[in-house]
């Protein structure tokens, strides 16, 4: 039989189901187990999911059945999980966003390279049916020289939401509506336009009682030349749907969600992109009303990417720019001053 990787999960909370079930679904990987700081959580999702509950996160790392491991802990600790898990010898995929810090990206992209491990993020929405077909189409140039672009992600949490954890919403563990949940969209924004070269941004905390913003606006110079408009709030009653339009000089695509709303481009007859995940994904009014697709995708290349010796789909440098493309717009809006980016 084909050898299967073994992928425990660290941090057994709302997003571990969906790297759980991923895990399971994959044919080139196995669940290795969960552990979490709280023995009791990783005891549930052993129950639930049929598989072992390590004592602790240095024993499941210490495990010499475990190949790799899932990071789903609080966004603030993935760098010093990370770090852990590669010391001890183990593949990482890490949830978004890879740390809050720039530094603490440079920190385990150095590391991951030192060990020659295999390590990845997870920044599911870049694979959606929609983001890979405008992706082709921006590839082959068929917008023209491209001039503007709109990411607007104005989305609802409650309060109740932020209080759910004590680290939801603290600048140290978790950053506000952009880090959290723009960063899907920002994500998209550069996989579709390239590099950002600066940045000039406003927050407030408009309606939550939390450290970090939940709304947050933006105007980014990418480094093709677009001008881009980013917008991002969990205070938006009732939340919308994510919106991203990217103008170019032949031709404009909004993409509404998943679904490709309208493709005005000069010579091109358009084929609506029927997204499969329209009425499962409503993240913008519930965060776990998300499909688990992104998920399985994801997983099954982590495992293949460590089997195969590649990179995974979405390495740690691609988390590290927008993780910078938001730090810098959270620096900008502090010190009213345009950031230039790296
Ligand atoms: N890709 C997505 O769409 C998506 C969706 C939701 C959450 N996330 C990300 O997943 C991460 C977790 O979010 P969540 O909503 O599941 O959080 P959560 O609070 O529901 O769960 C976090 C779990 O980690 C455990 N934990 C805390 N510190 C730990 C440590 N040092 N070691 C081991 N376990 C620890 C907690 O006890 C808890 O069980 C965040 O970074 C978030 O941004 C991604």
Not at 41 to 52: C, M, R, T
Not at 189 to 198: H, I, K, Q, R, V
Not at 303 to 331: C, K, M, N
């Amino acid at each position: 039989m084909d050898k299967k990787i073994s992928i425990g999960v660290i941090g057994c909370g709302a997003v571990a189901d969906f790297h759980a079930v991923s895990i399971l679904a994959a044919e080139n990987a196995m669940l290795a187990g969960f552990a979490d700081v709280r023995k009791e959580s990783a005891e549930a999702f052993a129950k639930k999911y049929g598989a072992k509950v390590f004592d602790s996160v240095e024993q499941m790392l210490a495990s010499p059945l475990v190949d790799a491991v899932c990071i789903c802990t609080p966004s603030g600790f993935h760098a010093n999980t990370a770090l852990a898990a590669l010391s001890a010898g183990k593949h990482i995929l890490v949830e978004k966003p890879l740390a809050v810090t720039v530094e603490d990206c440079d920190r385990v992209i150095a590391l991951a390279k030192e060990k020659g491990l295999t390590a990845g993020v997870i920044s599911q929405f870049r694979f959606s049916a929609s983001v890979q077909h405008l992706r082709s189409m921006l590839k082959d140039g068929r917008l023209g020289q491209l001039i503007t672009g709109e990411l607007l992600m104005k989305y609802y949490r409650s309060q109740e939401y932020y209080d759910s954890s004590s680290w939801r919403g603290t600048w140290a563990l978790d950053g506000g509506s952009l880090m959290n949940q723009g960063i899907h969209g920002v994500d998209a924004m550069l996989y579709l336009l390239g590099p950002a070269e600066s940045v000039c941004g406003y927050m407030d905390t408009k309606t939550h009682v939390i450290e970090a913003e939940d709304t947050a606006v933006a105007a980014v110079k990418f480094k093709c030349g677009a001008l881009v408009v980013i917008q991002s709030t969990t205070s938006a009653y009732k939340g919308a749907p994510r919106h991203i339009s990217i103008v170019g000089t032949k031709g404009s695509v909004v993409i509404t969600e998943d679904t490709i709303e309208k493709c005005d481009v000069e010579g091109f007859a358009f084929e609506p992109i029927a997204e499969i995940n329209k009425e499962k994904n409503l993240g913008h009014s519930s965060p776990m009303s998300i499909s688990c697709d992104g998920h399985k995708f994801q997983i099954r290349d982590f495992a293949d990417a460590i089997l195969t010796g590649r990179a995974p789909a979405v390495p740690l440098t691609e988390s590290r720019r927008a993780v910078a493309l938001i730090q810098g717009v959270y620096e900008s809006a502090r010190t009213g001053k345009k950031i230039v980016l790296e």
